[in-house]
C-alpha cells in the first residue's frame, strides 16, 4: 500500500456539527421539522442529495430549482460563518501526530471529500499542506456512494486506487472506497459498518495498518 485518502467531515475535522446547526436554522425558518436524526442520513453526501432528504418533510407546493438553490446558499452561509470560528485546535492532537507519522513512514496522504468547503477548512485548521493531493465536491459530478472522489484523489496522488487505503465515516463514504477498488477502514460511524474492509476504534489505530 502507498496511500492513505482521508475524508473530511467525520474523520479529520468535526463540522458535522456545524452542519446540523446550519440545515436546522434554514430548516427551522422554512418551518420543516428537521433533527438529528435526519441529520445522521447526511453524512456524506452532497449538498443537493441533503435538500433532498430535508424537503422529505416539507408538505407544501414543491420547490422550484431557484427556491432550492437559495436554501441551500442560506444554509452555506451559515455553515461558513461557523467555519469561520475553527482554528489549528479543531484538530486533534491524535490526528495530527498520526499524519506526521504516516507521512515519515513515506506514505502518501490525499483527501476524498464531499464539501465543497473541503480548502476553506483545511485552511483555517492549518492541515493544508500536509496533503498531497485534494479531490472534493468541486472536481466531482457524482457524491459518494459513487466513486468518483475517490478515483480522482488516487489520480492526484499519480497512485493505483488499490494501493490505497480510505478512511470514512460515512456508509456511503465506505461504499465509494470500495466502488473505486480502495481498501477502506471504516471509523466512527463506519467504525461499525461490516461493508467496511476494516474496522477501527481510534485515528492513531492507522498505525497498526504500516509494515
Ligand atoms: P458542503 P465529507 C460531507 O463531507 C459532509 O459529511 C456532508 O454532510 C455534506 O453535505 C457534504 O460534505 C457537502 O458539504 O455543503 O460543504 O459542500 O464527509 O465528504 O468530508
Ligand atoms: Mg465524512
Known amino acids: 500500500m502507498r496511500a492513505?485518502?482521508?475524508?473530511?467531515?467525520g474523520v479529520i475535522v468535526h463540522t458535522d456539527r456545524f452542519h446540523y446547526r446550519a440545515w436546522k436554522q434554514t430548516a427551522d425558518e422554512m418551518g420543516i421539522y428537521f433533527d438529528e436524526q435526519i441529520n445522521h442520513r447526511?453524512?456524506?453526501?452532497?449538498?443537493?442529495?441533503?435538500?433532498?432528504?430535508i424537503l422529505e418533510k416539507y408538505d407544501r407546493e414543491p420547490l422550484s430549482r431557484e427556491q432550492k438553490q437559495e436554501l441551500m446558499d442560506r444554509k452555506n452561509g451559515y455553515y461558513r460563518k461557523l467555519l469561520g470560528e475553527m482554528t489549528p485546535d479543531d484538530v486533534g492532537a491524535e490526528v495530527r501526530s498520526t499524519l506526521g507519522k504516516l507521512r515519515e513512514a513515506g506514505y502518501k496522504l490525499g483527501i476524498g471529500s464531499s464539501s465543497k468547503n473541503t480548502k476553506y477548512i483545511l485552511e483555517k485548521v492549518e492541515l493544508l499542506k500536509i496533503f498531497q493531493a485534494v479531490s472534493d465536491g468541486t472536481n466531482i459530478r457524482k457524491s459518494k456512494p459513487d466513486p468518483e472522489v475517490?478515483?480522482?484523489?488516487a489520480e492526484f496522488l499519480h497512485e493505483n486506487p488499490g494501493d490505497c487505503y480510505v478512511v470514512e465515516d460515512a456508509y456511503a463514504g465506505i461504499d465509494a472506497a470500495k466502488a473505486a477498488g480502495c481498501i477502506s477502514i471504516g471509523i466512527g460511524e463506519a467504525g461499525k459498518y461490516v461493508g467496511a474492509d476494516y474496522r477501527i476504534g481510534s485515528f492513531s489505530e492507522l498505525l497498526e495498518f504500516l509494515p
Open 4 to 9: 492513505f485518502i482521508f475524508d473530511l467531515d
Open 42 to 53: 447526511l453524512r456524506g453526501i452532497s449538498r443537493e442529495q441533503s435538500l433532498e432528504i
Open 150 to 153: 475517490f478515483l480522482k484523489a
